[in-house]
T-cell receptor, first 116, second 115 residues
Framework: DAGVIQSPRHEVTEMGQEVTLRCKPISGHDYLFWYRQTMMRGLELLIYFNNNVPIDDSGMPEDRFSAKMPNASFSTLKIQPSEPRDSAVYFC??????????????FGPGTRLTVL | AQSVAQPEDQVNVAEGNPLTVKCTYSVSGNPYLFWYVQYPNRGLQFLLKYITGDNLVKGSYGFEAEFNKSQTSFHLKKPSALVSDSALYFCAVRDGGAGSYQLTFGKGTKLSVIP
């Protein structure tokens, strides 16, 4: 398996622009997590899905952030409009209670977002 | 609620010496505990976990961790550090008795192994 795939790996955009980050989880995994990592705040959980349904989005910072999972093999995290303080590394992770006992998570390589 | 504390932002150790990266946790039910490692410009990689059973857990790359229920700790250890072990280490916890599969991560500890 190729592991969790994220695209793009790097994104540079200007303030006010829409940004879409993409994630393909490991095949067969039914949990998908979006995290944000910054020097100041460390690793923060933004939202997670189970069987394509959002379960907990309490970590989403504000309405400018939205996430979708239209099917088991694809998820997006969208920021509209983007702001400089959104600059961070965004990680996607997947897991499965059935395939992976005790639900350890497998992380993608991350998307480094820079908002100018 | 669940939480993790990694009291050291950075740990420096000489190559060949033993290393310890500290972690304490708080959780309502049974703790499921994990260690992850992050190399520069990479995602987090799973190292080891404690679910139940033997308090000493062995993982990848010669790492081990000791679960101590009375001290609510799960310190990561290695008998002999390598320069290649230099990375950012994260401790994580989830409540094994709860329905949520959310992991709570510590802020991370940067390990530097000095040649």
């Amino acid at each position: 398996d190729a592991g969790v795939i994220q695209s793009p790996r790097h994104e540079v955009t200007e303030m006010g622009q829409e940004v879409t980050l993409r994630c393909k989880p490991i095949s067969g995994h039914d949990y998908l997590f979006w995290y944000r990592q910054t020097m100041m705040r460390g690793l923060e959980l933004l939202i997670y899905f189970n069987n394509n349904v959002p379960i907990d989005d309490s970590g989403m910072p504000e309405d400018r952030f939205s996430a979708k999972m239209p099917n088991a093999s694809f998820s997006t995290l969208k920021i509209q409009p983007s702001e400089p303080r959104d600059s961070a590394v965004y990680f996607c992770a997947s897991s499965s209670r059935q395939v992976v006992p005790y639900n350890e998570q497998f992380f993608g390589p991350g998307t480094r977002l820079t908002v100018l | 609620a669940q939480s993790v504390a990694q009291p050291e932002d950075q740990v420096n150790v000489a190559e060949g010496n033993p290393l310890t990266v500290k972690c304490t946790y708080s959780v309502s039910g049974n703790p499921y505990l994990f260690w992850y490692v992050q190399y520069p410009n990479r995602g987090l990689q799973f190292l080891l976990k404690y679910i139940t059973g033997d308090n000493l857990v062995k993982g990848s790359y010669g790492f081990e961790a000791e679960f101590n229920k009375s001290q609510t700790s799960f310190h990561l250890k290695k008998p002999s550090a390598l320069v290649s072990d230099s990375a950012l280490y994260f401790c994580a916890v989830r409540d094994g008795g709860a329905g949520s599969y959310q992991l709570t991560f510590g802020k991370g500890t940067k390990l530097s192994v000095i040649p």
